[in-house]
């Protein structure tokens, strides 16, 4: 059996993928000690209420609460860097040519339905990919899509008089607020699947993030097997 | 160089690094990059050690006070008169308005002998201070406006007001400037005003392009009534281009001025400039 260093992913793509991980973890910590301060949001049906954004027990677990100065704070001094950091993440996928590998074609949406298939165990052989399988290219591209609408609609609770348009394209400012806090939910979900998708992959595939390279094994059939989060 | 010599001698069978096996590699190229990792995943530790280290201006660490500085002056840039609040009919207005905070509203009150005291200290002509009944603010022309109001908290109404423009009363007592006279030039224009309940107790202070704005008026009544006691009267600021928190109750007394005055939740942690 034959072993062969890959070079996966740039150290670029690295240190954003890296840097982000806690400026948006102090985005949503901060977010939800703003949030506390007025949080009305709940899924519900009829009189049943399905979910509520959030039972009082998690806002005293966390200690979220009567922290709203500071939570503002924080936001606010942190988006720039959560900013600058997603703009230089799409800036250098774009020059690099690494968005190639990234956004999705007509093919990705079948296909990601393969690959959850493949993935719930239910269909046996995934489909043919590179570096990104569909569902992958769907849910990166997507979450940056998630990021510029977290930047928009933040400007548009942020300065909704001063940027009234950006406000109006939302639906308005409490539109915007609701939109702006389901996209932070979205984060969430997001980490869940992707965490469980990284502990699925395996060692192979977290050391390719932190150290860049991947180790392809060229086993008897001479075909090469890779797995990815 | 004799020392590299030396080590050469020492280890003779040492391989090129494009020598190493693939296992040697992999290794190598591992622990180096997991080192430079986890030394990298300090960084954001000390950040935050840093942060909670620091001492407190106003509530908040001085960093962040820097910062929120900053974005004032950003916020100012675009800050235009130009840029209104959206406005609504008036059926869309809350008919139960939200009353939030009664801060400097505590004790007797007699709205029956309430004045409004207007200063600015200066030299010459432009040293003012005298006081104004209610008459004086109906006097002016009267502007109705239906608007979103914003609290800081995060909830918003649509909110039905009725006063006078804060720049009319200016302009018409010639207040403001450092000269005494209408404003030939933005320079003449003080940097700040303050506004104080009449009991000192809630006090807030405005950048003046703010006051000045078009929609920030001087309120006296709501929804087509005069202002309730909860709800400031008989005189209280309503400036849509800030949150709630600016838009003080039961006016007191008003001042323009160079320094920041002081403001009563900036003191405790916020935002001094709040503006929308």
Same mark, same amino acid.
């Given at each position: 059996m034959k072993r062969i260093i890959d070079n996966k992913h740039p150290l670029? %793509?690295?240190w954003f993928h890296w840097v982000n991980f806690p400026l948006?973890?102090?985005? %949503?910590?901060?977010?939800?000690?703003?949030?506390?301060?007025y949080h009305p949001y709940k899924i519900q049906v009829g009189d049943w209420v399905l979910v509520k954004f959030f039972p009082d027990w998690l806002f005293i677990a966390l200690k979220l609460r009567r922290r709203l100065a500071e939570g503002m704070a924080w936001h606010f001094v942190f988006m720039w860097l959560f900013m600058l950091n997603?703009?230089? /993440?799409?800036?250098?996928?774009?020059?690099?040519?690494?968005?190639?590998?990234?956004?999705?074609d007509r093919h990705s949406f079948r296909e990601a339905w393969d690959v959850v298939l493949h993935d719930l165990g239910i269909r046996k052989i995934a489909?043919?990919?590179?570096?990104? *399988?569909?569902?992958?290219? %769907?849910?990166?591209?997507?979450? %940056?899509?998630?990021?510029?609408?977290?930047?928009?609609t933040g400007l548009a609770i942020y300065k909704p008089i001063q940027f009234a348009w950006v406000t109006w394209l939302f639906?308005? /400012?409490?539109?915007?607020?609701?939109?702006?806090?389901?996209?932070?939910?979205g984060y969430l979900l997001f980490f869940v699947v992707h965490i469980l998708q990284v502990i699925r992959a395996g060692w192979n595939n977290f050391r390719s993030m932190v150290a860049g390279f991947d180790v392809i094994d060229y086993g008897n059939t001479g075909q090469s097997e890779r797995t990815d989060a | 160089m004799e020392t590299q010599d030396n080590q050469n001698e020492q280890m003779p069978n040492l391989p090129e690094r494009d020598e190493l096996t693939t296992?040697?590699?992999?290794?190598?190229?591992?622990?180096? +990059?997991?080192?430079?990792?986890? +030394? +990298?995943?300090?960084?954001?530790?000390?950040?935050?050690?840093?942060?909670?280290?620091?001492?407190?201006? *106003?509530?908040?660490?001085?960093?962040?006070r820097t910062v929120l500085?900053? *974005?004032e002056a950003i916020a100012s840039l675009f800050l235009s008169h130009n840029h209104l609040a959206p406005t609504f009919p008036p059926e869309d207005a809350a008919k139960k308005v939200r009353v939030n905070g009664s801060d400097g509203m505590k004790g007797d009150f007699d709205p029956a002998t309430w004045s409004l005291k207007v200063e600015q200290t200066a030299s010459g002509e432009a040293n003012r201070r005298f006081t104004l009944l209610l008459e004086d603010i109906k006097a002016l022309p009267k502007v109705e406006q239906v608007i979103e109001f914003k609290c800081v908290e995060g909830w918003s109404q649509i909110q039905h007001w009725g006063g006078a423009r804060f720049a009319d009363f200016v302009a018409k007592y010639g207040v403001g400037t450092r000269s005494g006279h209408p404003a030939q030039s933005a320079g003449d224009w003080y940097q700040y005003v303050g506004l104080e309940t009449p009991n000192g107790g809630y006090y807030v202070g405005l950048d003046i392009e703010s006051?000045?704005?078009?929609?920030?008026?001087?309120?006296?009544?709501? *929804?087509?009534?005069?202002?309730?006691?909860?709800h400031g009267a008989p005189l209280r600021l309503l400036i849509p281009v800030k949150y709630g928190v600016k838009n003080l109750k039961r006016i007191g007394r008003i001042f323009f001025t160079d320094q920041r005055p002081r403001d009563f939740w900036h003191e405790r942690g916020y935002d001094y400039f709040v503006g929308l």
């Open positions: 670029a %793509i690295r948006l973890g102090i985005m %949503i910590w901060s977010g939800l000690l703003i949030y506390w301060a997603g703009l230089f /993440y799409v800036g250098y996928t774009w020059l690099s040519g690494e968005w190639r590998y990234l956004i999705p489909p043919l990919q590179t570096k990104y *399988n569909a569902a992958q290219k %769907i849910a990166y591209s997507g979450v %940056i899509l998630m990021g510029l609408g977290s930047l928009l639906g308005g /400012y409490t539109s915007a607020r609701v939109i702006h806090f389901a996209l932070t939910m | 296992e040697q590699q992999i290794r190598r190229r591992t622990i180096k +990059a997991f080192a430079l990792f986890g +030394a +990298a995943s300090l960084v954001p530790f000390g950040v935050w050690k840093w942060i909670q280290q620091q001492p407190k201006v *106003n509530g908040l660490p001085k960093t962040f500085g900053g *974005n006051a000045l704005h078009p929609q920030t008026l001087l309120a006296y009544e709501m *929804n087509g009534q005069p202002l309730t006691g909860p």
